[in-house]
């Protein structure tokens, strides 16, 4: 997947452009040295070296993914460089080219492993490594006993201060997880946030007061908003009556709390994907993939997590399913959950906003990436009418859409990214 264009030469594109509050009927947008270095409509345009003319497509700021598993057969936890370039060159095929690799529950051995991994393609990285890693995000294996998923049982645990100083040290991990309702949990929230990392909880059975500890422990985002979270019944059961706020209500009245929705369709009907809009708005809410390695591979029996101890699920060609037990983390990338999104009846620059400048927001990278601005990184994707992805560009270099063939990662891949 060689560049096509330097990025060094000055790039011209003419274009619909998804600005985070519109969509500039005839616009263009200048790169130089792999920034963008102006940007406006049809009026004094300049000249340029390379010019593309796309009337009628969008070009959009490239996506950000805060939680993402893998793709085209490869899972991070795999814990190879190999596999981190895998995953990360599918993502980047579909349009995400600032990417946040994310750990499953696992051994301590292993999530270190995945981290050496994702520190090595971070350290070496060009355009033809797939999508540029962000960071890391620590995502188990610090889950509520009852809320495990589709992940290892065997890999939870309670938070331990010598495990995550030690990952935390690495200065990789830019999210960290827990649920709140675990012993240490709120030790580890301020850990992680002294550590500058977007502090979230997840997988877990909280009630509003273990929230509102967590909060004050510097605790900002709830992972993929209805799964595997506390709800008013499920704390019921926890704690019979009175019935208590879950972790749904402390998310919808705190406007300081962020959260993200897995739009692939298969998760989340369109009326509640509407609503976490409505209740959020774009500034507050993220559109995220979890997908795991199935990605572009034909529907079949994969590992979620490391390919010799991850849990078995299926792919049905649409999303993961652990037969019995319910969804095992989506199959599709960014572009799809934009496309879910409008469908669902989300103007278009919102629907961008939330896979683009809201994710590098709340990361922390939002004066780097995430929009179609003035010296920010010219990461770039060229959508037609039908919202499907043309062309990406990171830093200004135009990357190749068409997948290598590959074998020895779980299933072949299929030849190109899913179109839908
Ligand atoms: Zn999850
Ligand atoms: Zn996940």
């Known amino acids: ?3 096509t264009i330097p990025p060094r030469l000055p790039l011209l594109i003419h274009a619909r452009l998804v600005l985070p509050d519109r969509v500039l009927p005839e616009g263009w947008l200048l790169v130089e040295e792999g920034r963008v270095a102006a940007l406006g409509t049809r009026i004094r345009k300049p000249k340029a070296a390379v010019v593309i003319e796309a009337p009628g497509k969008y070009l959009a700021p490239g996506f950000i993914d805060l939680h993402v598993h893998g793709g085209a057969g490869a899972d991070y936890m795999d814990g190879t460089p190999e596999a981190v370039r895998t995953a990360n060159r599918a993502h980047l095929r579909h349009g995400t080219t600032t990417i946040f690799p994310t750990t499953t529950t696992g051994a301590p051995a292993e999530i270190a492993r995945m981290l050496t991994a994702c520190g090595a393609v971070r350290e070496s990285w060009t355009p033809a ?5 962000g960071g890391v995000h ?4 610090y889950f509520a ?3 495990v998923g589709c992940h290892s049982k065997a890999g939870r645990r309670a938070p331990e201060v010598a495990e995550y100083q030690q990952y935390l040290r690495s200065g990789l991990v830019k999210i960290a ?12 929230y301020r850990a992680a946030r002294a550590a500058g990392c977007l502090v979230t909880c997840g997988h877990s059975n909280a ?3 273990e929230m509102a500890r967590a909060f004050a422990a510097g605790m900002r985002h709830v992972d993929h908003f209805w799964c595997a979270m506390s709800s008013v019944p499920s704390l019921r059961a926890r704690w019979g009556t009175p019935m208590q706020g879950s972790m749904e209500q402390f998310v919808l009245a705190e406007p300081e709390m962020s959260t993200e929705v897995i739009a692939d369709g298969e998760h989340l009907a369109p009326e509640l994907l509407r609503f976490a809009w409505k209740m959020k708005g774009a500034s507050r809410l993220c559109l995220v993939t979890d997908a795991n390695r199935a990605l572009d591979c034909p529907p079949g029996r994969y590992r979620f997590g490391p390919q010799e101890s991850g849990e078995w699920f299926e792919s049905n060609g649409r999303v993961g399913l652990v037969p019995g037990v319910g969804l095992a983390s989506s199959i599709r990338a960014l572009d799809h959950m934009v496309r879910t999104m409008v469908r669902a009846g989300v103007p278009l620059e919102e629907a961008v906003r939330m896979a683009s400048l809201t994710p590098a927001e709340r990361v922390g990278l939002g004066a780097e990436v995430g929009s179609l601005e003035k010296g920010k990184r010219a990461d770039l994707v060229l959508l037609d ?3 499907q992805v043309r062309q990406v560009w990171v830093d200004g270099a135009a990357v190749s859409l068409k997948a290598a063939r590959r074998s020895g990662l779980g299933k072949q891949v299929l030849g190109e990214a899913e179109r839908d």
């Open 1 to 3: 997947m060689a560049p």
């Open 129 to 133: 490594d797939g999508a540029r890693i």
């Open 138 to 141: 620590l995502y188990g294996p």
């Open 145 to 147: 006993e009852d809320k």
């Open 177 to 188: 997880t827990c649920a709140a309702e675990l012993p240490g949990a709120e030790k580890f």
């Open 207 to 209: 009630s509003w007061t």
């Open 385 to 387: 009418e039908r919202l």
